[in-house]
């Protein structure tokens, strides 16, 4: 990029940018004002805490230009900061807006910018009435040919200091080109100096905090962990299926005929051998089963509804499950990593419901209340009082369900009924 | 007995071709997907097939699929899914359009050679062969009924094998007693759970089975 090139970026840039910047402080100031006026008076507290949410969601919006702005110019991506954790219910929505730091923080910047934002006008302004004085040679030859006699007033150099002269004749005209000259030049330099500052600011008060991003990148790469952790199961158990079961099954299908065909022979000491070769082929095989099933059941891959339904068929105290949950991944189904995590609260639940509640009847409900998460309610009619102590499996519970920020909650009265929630994010990335 | 099998994993595939026949039978065709299995049940018109639940290429249901659609469009043919694993979800939808030529079994079954022939052959004759996994657990889900406290501990047996698919003869071998002892036991399940009274074993399965079943 030639040095001509870039000055005339830079200078393009002060203009744009003091644009916006004059715009969004007259948005957000006549948002902003009224809005915490109103929320000092007792009387519209509310409606000034709306217009102060109204203020800050246009103060990001102001913000996310100015990033924009940075990022297409000049090429200095500066990433947008957290997002938001949306709130529950109307007060939490209300509450959650209030407490987005970053929003405050583009408040903030958007008042700042004020100043700059002058300054940079005054960059651009010094190199436009540069230009216009660099011109006068060219536009006395064209516009001042005027017939003798006529009598003109002097042209007046302009710009943004007050330090002009009056050109009254073709020659006067060299030292207006040379004011000019030099209102450009510090006009570009200004340019230069006040786009550096900018992008200070931007990246300063608009971009992540240090913490933020180390936090959020912590938090993906602990994604990335929890699906390679399922996804490696789901692999070993495949492997499992396909080798070692395999074999076995085939081990014991040979002994098994094997053992048929050992009725011509006389020894018996070989059909002890053998049968006692077939029974344990056949105890590896069940034992091999209930290993890889604890590994990853295998019913997980038709959905969690299904698993489900298998684990209640195999519970002890009768078990139903009723599912409202999206079967594909377009429309919402969980992650793998989180259907996994699911399914094994669901069995750690209903294990300690069988071993401590004297429940007669168990109930499962998975279902999407709450956009962006998987609920999971498991309630049994025992006889209550089961509680989350260190070392508990419930406190092991809250450990898994806490590696993908998930929550866990319990009510369980002395007398029941036990009803446990698990919330769960859809995917462990938390990406919405 | 003709048989055709669909099983992706050679040793076993190899292993259940001899000891089929060794045993007489026929197997037209060993395959290793549902796909082909479908096919080859259209050509050779078996008396039985034999199917893997895990196939490629996505390794999950494709054997379920294949029994299903096999069920409906070639119902003279007798269907044993067998698998590592039994799922509720998979022996509801086997059993959804009747018991008659359906079975369901663990892999581990093959080992003992004889009861698996006997299994085979009792699907290929229309009747039914369930894995005691699967019973116990329509067992389990069938309780909150109450009707099965009713019956003596060996009652309880005898209803097990009567839902694996066994018929008198088979019960009585398999609990050592005599037949008049199984058929004593068996009217007195009938009349203590409020079933019919049926000589046939099939209808007989499908009444077990609709009544653990609900």
Same mark, same amino acid.
């Given at each position: ?112 910018? #004020?100043?700059?934002?002058? #300054? ?31 009598? *003109? ?36 330099? #200004? %340019? ?62 040979? *002994? ?84 996994? /995590?699911?399914?094994?609260?669901? %069995?750690?639940? /209903? ?82 | ?51 893997? /639940? ?51 079994? #663990? ?30 657990? *329509? ?49 007195? /399940? ?25």
């Amino acid at each position: 990029m030639t040095t001509f090139q870039r000055a005339g970026r830079d200078v393009l840039y002060n203009a744009l940018g003091s644009l916006v910047g004059f715009f969004g402080f007259f948005v957000v100031v006549f948002t902003l004002v009224p809005g915490l006026a109103l929320t000092v008076t007792v009387a519209a507290t509310v409606v000034g805490l709306l217009l102060v949410t109204v203020s800050l969601r246009l103060a990001g919006l102001v913000a996310a230009l100015h990033r924009r702005l940075l990022a297409r110019m000049l090429g200095d991506v500066v990433p947008s900061p957290t997002p938001r954790q949306p709130g529950f219910g109307v007060l939490g929505r209300l509450d959650s807006r209030l407490r987005y730091r970053p929003g405050w923080r583009s408040v903030g910047f958007v008042l700042v910018k #004020l100043p700059v934002a002058v #300054l940079q006008a005054f960059t651009v302004a010094s190199v436009i009435c540069g230009l216009i004085d660099v011109s006068y040679p060219v536009s006395w030859l064209l516009f001042r040919q005027s017939p003798p006699g006529a009598h *003109l007033g002097p042209l007046h150099t302009v710009g943004p200091l007050p330090l002009g002269m009056a050109v009254s004749s073709w020659p006067a005209t060299l030292p207006a080109t040379l004011i000019g000259a030099g209102y450009v030049l510090a006009g570009v330099w #200004l %340019a230069r100096g006040m786009a550096m500052v900018d992008r200070r600011l931007i990246r300063g008060m608009l971009g992540p905090r240090k913490l933020d991003e180390r936090v959020s990148e912590l938090e993906r790469t602990r994604a990335l962990a929890v699906d390679d952790a399922a996804a490696a199961l789901r692999r070993v158990e495949r492997d499992l299926h396909d080798g070692a079961q395999m074999r076995l099954a085939a081990l014991a299908m040979n *002994l098994g005929m094997a053992q048929e065909k050992l009725d011509t022979v006389d020894d018996p000491s070989v059909r002890e051998l053998i049968d006692a070769a077939h029974r344990n082929a056949v105890h590896a095989l069940a034992d091999l089963r209930d290993l890889a099933r604890g590994i990853h059941p295998p019913a997980l891959d038709n959905g969690l509804a299904v698993a489900l339904e298998s684990l209640a068929a195999s519970s002890a105290i009768p078990a139903t499950v009723s599912a409202h949950i999206p079967g594909s991944v377009a429309e919402g189904r969980p992650a793998p990593a989180i259907e996994t /995590i699911a399914y094994f609260c669901a %069995a750690e639940l /209903i294990a300690n419901a069988t071993k401590h509640s004297y429940a007669n009847q168990i109930k499962i409900e998975i279902y999407t209340e709450r956009p962006g998460f998987l609920q999971l309610r498991i309630c049994d009619d025992g006889i209550g009082g089961a509680e989350q102590a260190r070392g508990s499996g419930l406190d092991g519970l809250a450990q898994r369900v806490s590696t993908v920020d998930g929550r866990i909650g319990i009510s369980s009265p002395p007398g029941g009924p036990t009803v446990v929630t698990v919330e769960l994010p859809l995917r462990a990335s938390g990406e919405k | 007995m003709r048989v055709v099998i669909a099983e992706d994993a050679a040793l076993l595939r190899e292993g259940l071709i001899r000891l089929l026949e060794d045993r007489g039978h026929t197997v037209c065709a060993a395959v290793t997907d549902g796909g082909t299995l479908l096919a080859a049940v259209a050509d050779h018109k078996p008396d039985v097939a034999v199917v893997d /639940i895990r196939m490629p290429p996505t390794h999950t249901d494709e054997g379920i699929r294949a029994a299903l659609t096999m069920r409906r469009e070639f119902p003279g043919t007798g269907v044993l899914v067998f698998s590592q694993y039994i799922e509720t979800s998979y022996s509801a939808q086997l059993l959804e359009g009747g018991a008659a030529g359906v079975g369901y079994l #663990l892999k581990d079954r093959v080992a003992n050679v004889a009861e698996f022939a006997a299994a085979l052959e009792r699907v290929a004759a229309g009747g039914t062969a369930l894995d005691p996994e699967v019973v116990s657990q *329509l067992f389990r889900a069938s309780r909150r009924r109450g009707g099965i406290d009713s019956l003596t501990p060996r009652e309880r047996q005898v209803l097990a094998l009567m839902a694996e698919g066994r018929s008198n003869a088979g019960i009585a071998a398999e609990l050592v007693v005599s037949g008049g002892a199984v058929e004593k036991h068996v009217a007195s /399940i009938f009349g203590k759970l409020g079933l019919p009274p049926d000589d046939s074993d099939n209808r007989r399965v499908l009444a077990v089975l609709r009544y653990l079943g609900g």
